[in-house]
Each structure stands twice: as C-alpha cells, then as structure tokens.
C-alpha cells in the first residue's frame, strides 16, 4: 500500500524520539530546571528529538525535505556549548549519534525555499512546549505532505493512554489507510480510530489549548453558550487535542485566533489534520475553509482551526461565525 513504509518509518523515528523526550521531562521534574546553567532542558528535549526523528528519515528517505521547527545553528554558537553537549548526551543514549552527525541530522532536508517542494515532510519536534514544562501533555507531529495536500501523519503523544492501558499514545493516518491508534513505546495492538458522531451539541466536549495566548477562551465560551454545551472545556496543549477529536474523547476543537495577524505553523497542524480527517472527522478553520497547506512553513491563508467528529461541521462553524 502506499504510503506504508513512510508510516512504518515515521512509527520508528517517534518512538525513539518520544523516548528521549519522556527521559527528558522526567529529569525536568525531579528538579529546579530554572536554576540550572545551561539553557532549559525543553531546549535539549526540541533539538534532541528533531535529531532523532531526521536522523531516521535522512537514512530512508535520503532525498526528502524536511521542514521542522528547529535548525542547528543556536548549537553552533559559543555560548550554548553546555547545550549541545547535553544534546549529544540524550541523543547519543537513544541512537548512538556523536558531535556533527547529531548537527547535520538536526538540518537534514532544511530548504530555504520551502514553497517551491513538490514533496517534504513537516516536524514539530516537540509540540506544546508550555505542556512538557508542566509535565503535561504534548506531542510530536511528523507529517508528509506532496502537492500540498497532507499525505501521511505520525503524532505521538507520549503522556496519552495507549489502548492496551500503557502510556504513550501514536497515532498513524495515510490517504490510503484510516486513522489507525496504538501503543507508542511498544508493539500492541492497533485500533481503527472513530470520531463521535452521535452525540447532540449539548452533550458534546470542546478541547483547547490551555494556554490562553494561543487561543481566545472567552470566544469559546460564548460559542459553548450558543449551542448549549453542558461540559466544562477539556483544556490539553499540544496535537494531542487532534487525538482526542480523532479518538472520540472530544467532539470538537477549537483553535480562536487572538490576533488577525497570527499565521499558525504548518508543523502545528498537518500531522492532527490528517489523524482527524481519516478518523471520519472534518478540519477547517473558523469561517469553514478548507486548510491550506501550500504556504510552508506559516498557513498563510487560514484563520485558526475547528476539528470536529461531524457533529454538524457546519451548524458550527456558523456558531463559530456568530461569535467574533
Ligand atoms: P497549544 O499547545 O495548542 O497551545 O499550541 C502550541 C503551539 O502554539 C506552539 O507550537 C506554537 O507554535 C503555537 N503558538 C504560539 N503562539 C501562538 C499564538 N499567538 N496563537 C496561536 N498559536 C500560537
Ligand atoms: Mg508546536
């Protein structure tokens, strides 16, 4: 089938990056990160994980593009030495990568001129940043995209539950196979993933971030009041909020923008796009259009984001409408 073995590929790059992330943030909160010398440790946890994830894709995928949030420069410079010589530490122990490998893997597949690709991967190495410093949730969202069109996604939440009970969630969708979930950091059983559909507004769940900079609460809560929805807001950083849409353990998300001029990245959402759409849910931003990714590395014609389990996609979007 195609787009299998970018899936088998994408499966193996998350969990050896969500292994080193999970080690990370464990040391996180056994101690005062703050006080620490060198820069904070989600900064080993991005760049560790990005090395990790292009160190497995330059090896398969040799000639693909990559467009991820990080770069290798910042670990170039004098004064981050500390820095990257924990990078090496973490990565080393989770791939055996040393010194400039670990560079070179970090700009694997960097252009510079990222809308002219016919074909290139999108990474968010560690999505949710705020989240993984509190110790709560966050993901890492891998995703292929050809023709601007999302092809094949891999999101790992590694703070979710796994259906076998286990923590460590990774989700896998492709244009040929449907939203498939499954233990993340071992071999379980994968389960075709199922938006809700049954439920009426009222029972329905909403998730948004929890940060209230990347999303205007107050604007969600009149939508809640105008389509009579009883639960409190289900507030989870990162994609993780696109798997619980995809899994049915939330009916919709709402992203509402707290500025016009914020362009949302396309690492942010290719990977949950794709986890929802094939879970039998829609995606569209908040005046109903269809998401463009033919903009990298800004979604430069989009405003916000709403996911939902085909609860009416468009009875809420007009909720949505109704509320600015
Ligand atoms: P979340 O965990 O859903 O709150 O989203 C985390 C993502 O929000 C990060 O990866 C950032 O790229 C993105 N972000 C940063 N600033 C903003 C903003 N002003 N509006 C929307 N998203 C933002
Ligand atoms: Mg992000």
């Known amino acids: 089938m195609q787009y299998e073995i970018e899936l088998t590929v994408a499966k193996q790059a998350l969990r050896q990056a969500a292994l080193l992330t999970s080690a990370v943030q464990n040391k996180l909160l056994g ?8 820069r904070s440790p989600v900064t080993v946890a991005d760049f560790g994980s990005q090395a990790v994830v292009n160190y497995v894709l330059a090896q398969n995928f040799p000639q693909d593009k990559m467009i991820a949030e990080e770069g290798a420069a910042a670990l170039r410079e004098a004064e981050n030495q500390t820095l990257r010589a924990r990078v090496e530490e973490e990565v080393c122990g989770v791939c055996g990568l040393r010194g400039e490998a ?11 001129d990222p809308k002219t690709l016919s074909r290139f991967w999108t990474l968010d190495p560690i999505d949710g940043t705020k989240g993984f410093l509190r110790g709560d949730h966050y993901a890492i969202a891998l995703a ?3 023709e601007g069109e999302v092809k094949a996604a891999a999101l790992a939440c590694p703070n979710m539950q796994a ?7 990774l ?5 040929n196979q449907r939203t498939l979930f499954t233990s993340l950091f071992t071999d379980g059983p994968a389960l075709e993933a199922q938006t809700t559909n049954a439920k009426s507004f009222a029972e329905a769940v909403i998730c948004e971030s929890v940060e209230s900079g990347h999303t205007s609460h107050s604007r969600a809560e009149k939508i809640r009041e105008s389509l009579g929805v009883k639960a409190e807001p289900f507030r989870i950083d990162s994609q993780c909020k696109y ?3 995809a899994l049915g353990l939330a009916d919709i998300y709402l992203r509402l923008p707290k500025s016009l001029e914020y362009k949302e990245k396309i690492w942010d959402h290719a990977a949950g796009y794709l986890i929802v759409k094939k879970a039998g849910g829609e995606v569209t931003d908040t005046l109903g259009r269809k998401i463009d990714f033919t903009t990298p590395p800004l979604l430069m014609n989009d405003l916000g984001v709403v996911a939902s389990g085909r609860l009416d996609h468009q009875k809420l979007i007009e909720a949505v409408k109704a509320s600015e």
């Open 243 to 245: 798997a619980a849409v």
């Open 171 to 175: 989700c896998l969708a492709s244009e």
């Open 144 to 146: 292929l995209i050809e």
């Open 31 to 38: 101690k005062d990160v703050l006080e620490k010398e060198d």
């Open 163 to 169: 259906p076998n009970g286990e923590k460590g969630l």
């Open 102 to 112: 670990i560079l070179k893997a970090i700009d694997h597949g960097k252009t510079e």
